[in-house]
């Protein structure tokens, strides 16, 4: 995020007539009004924050600001662990006020209803903040987002049981040598050989996972466990159902 090797603006989900922002952090605004077509912030349904990192959620307020026209606008779901908005809240007091509600996440939480998405939590992720996993599902086809944290036992058997089709998962680290609570390249592989998604898609990478060439390391998935593997890449879009239909034909 630092020297931002790589973009942190998080991700933008158009899930059937939903449109979601998952993780704004920094640079989540502009990148989305640059993108082409540019995410129009004003037809978010909801902003979904895995846990209250800068890196996940420091443009939180501003996505909130354009959803809401300033506040004029009064719209839109804030779905979020409860620190993001209390104590010491990433989420300003004033923001808050903006949206049309917030939903307070906890472990297994859910289900909540995003027009016509609907979204759980996973087990609580090792982390320094409250973390939780997001499962949405529209129609047949289940995302799950495996945001940060350390591997622990456990953690893979609760992603396999939402079944995902894509898994998207956060790997910082190729090896860990500084005891970090964030996912390795080995951990991140046990947990998709346990999970079995037909799609995985990576990212949140480090600088040491950005050494080790993410593509590369995502074709040995392929080749190794027969599913569709990606290395996300800035501006990387990805048709869900297209690539989750493709895999296995």
Known sequence: MARQLRASGGMW???????????????????????????????LD???????????AGDVN???EAMTAGGFRRRGMLLC??????????????????????ERLRAHDGPYRISDVELRTSIEHIHAVQTFGLHFRHGDLRVSYLPC???????????????PDVLVINVLRYRDTMDADHLTWDGARSIVEAVRPKV??????????????????????EDDFGIRAIAAYDGLEVDLDTEVATVGV
């Open 13 to 43: 989900l158009r899930l059937g007539t939903a449109q979601i922002h998952v993780d704004p952090g920094p640079g989540a605004l502009v990148r989305a009004l640059s993108h082409v077509p540019p995410c129009n912030p004003r037809e």
């Open 46 to 56: 909801a902003i979904v924050l895995s846990h209250k990192h800068l890196d996940h």
């Open 62 to 64: 501003a996505i909130i």
């Open 81 to 102: 662990p409860p620190d993001a908005v209390e104590g010491e809240p990433t989420v300003l007091p004033y923001a808050q006020k903006f949206v049309e509600g917030i």
């Open 149 to 163: 944290g350390r591997y622990f036992d456990g953690l893979a058997q609760d992603y396999a049981a939402a079944q």
């Open 200 to 221: 995985a898609i990576f990212q949140h990478f480090g600088t040491k996972m950005l050494e080790q060439n993410p593509a590369r390391l995502a074709q040995e998935i």
